[in-house]
């Protein structure tokens, strides 16, 4: 089984790369608009982007969303992702880690904890690994295992639905959620993979106890495009299936939930990274920005979170935010 895993996440890796699989729909990034601060009274190079997250003190309000482990090349990824996140003070997140429930070969790669000095690092399970009896302790085992101070869960039922091995059964997820919640160690954080979680499902989540949702929205990364890709020719009619990371902020953060969200799903810059957090976001997430640097280099890596930092930088300045919570409150129309 886990050899099938193995070549199904070597082929997502490949195919992640096309063009193809990026979603054409529209993010509506460019209708946000920041009020340019023509009187910064700031000095750039004293701009504080640093942020708090599950307890530790970031650079900048940035995470290196899942992608990766347990296969060969992704455990150099994960070490390259690991060594940059130390070396730039950034938030990671560990892919999946379900190959890792049933071989032990695949759990060095997601033992990464080593090459950081103190980021969090965010374990990663699927829905369908925590629903039924031994669900609560496949998850206790990613964290574990990781030594993670956090734990995603991704919902991604229509990845699921496409794929024709995959897990379709989804009866009993709210009530593994809930009881994940209320036994894990660390923070339980739900995010989708691309296709977004609506104000409904957000709702859901916060009755189940949920306190963090990434809300991995459309616009960027398609998984049903991928999933299409390995078996088919062309565009996938699901391709930009779901909602857009703009709407499920704006939707739910108009309603007040007591939730804290991480903006993710198509940010490919520091300027919408600016706009994610000015939306609500306490951090925004990107994965695919990382995954050619990830696989040449820990310097490539590196070089690409410091793009993003220098542009987040530059909106804070001539925005005048000094730090990250004049930001979140910076004129601007939307
Ligand atoms: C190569 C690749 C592998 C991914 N693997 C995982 C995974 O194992 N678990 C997961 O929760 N999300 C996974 N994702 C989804 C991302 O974490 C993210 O939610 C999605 O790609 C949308 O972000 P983006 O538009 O910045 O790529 C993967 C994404 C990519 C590009």
């Known amino acids: 089984m886990s050899v099938k895993i193995a070549h199904r996440k070597a082929e997502h890796l490949e195919i992640a790369q096309d063009p193809l699989s990026q979603s054409s729909r529209s993010q509506l990034w460019e209708q946000l608009r920041f009020e340019p601060n023509a009187l910064p009274e700031l ?19 940035l995470l290196i969303s899942s992608m990766s482990g347990g296969i060969e090349h992704a455990d150099k990824m994960n070490i390259h992702l690991a060594e940059a996140a130390a070396e730039t003070n950034v938030a990671l997140a560990l892919g999946s880690m379900r190959i890792t429930l049933e ?8 033992k990464v ?23 609560l302790d496949n998850a206790l085992r990613c964290v574990e295992l990781s030594e993670a101070s956090g734990l995603f869960v991704h919902l991604n039922p229509l990845q699921e639905a496409l794929q024709p091995e995959g897990d379709t059964d989804w009866v009993g997820i709210s009530d593994a959620i809930e009881a994940l919640v209320a036994r894990s160690p660390v923070p339980v954080l739900i995010k989708e993979v691309g296709h977004g979680i609506g104000l409904s ?9 949920v306190k963090w949702i990434d809300v991995a929205g459309c616009g960027g990364t398609s998984w049903a495009q991928i999933e299409h890709s390995r078996h088919a020719e062309g565009a996938s009619i699901f391709a930009d299936w779901g909602i857009d990371t703009v709407t499920s902020l704006k939707s ?23 706009k994610a957090i000015r939306l609500g976001g306490v951090l925004g997430g990107m994965a695919q920005p990382f ?12 070089k690409k979170i410091n793009e993003i930092k220098d542009e987040l930088r530059i909106v ?16 601007w129309q939307c």
């Open 201 to 209: 499902a957000a709702r859901r989540l916060v009755q189940l106890g």
């Open 316 to 331: 804070q300045f001539c925005t005048g935010s000094g730090d990250i919570a004049s930001l979140r409150s910076a004129p």
């Open 113 to 135: 904890g080593r090459y950081l000095t103190g980021q969090p690092l965010i374990a990663n399970i699927g829905a369908a690994q925590i629903i039924g009896a031994r669900g």
């Open 43 to 61: 000095n750039l190079s004293q701009i504080d982007s640093s942020e708090r997250f599950l307890d530790r003190r970031i650079s900048c309000p």
């Open 252 to 274: 739910i953060t108009a309603a007040n939930l007591p939730v804290s969200l991480i903006a993710s799903g198509g940010l490919r810059n520091g300027l919408e990274l600016a």
């Open 291 to 302: 995954l050619a640097p990830a696989l040449e280099s820990t310097a490539a890596v590196v």
């Open 103 to 110: 071989d032990q070969s695949g759990e060095a790669s997601f």
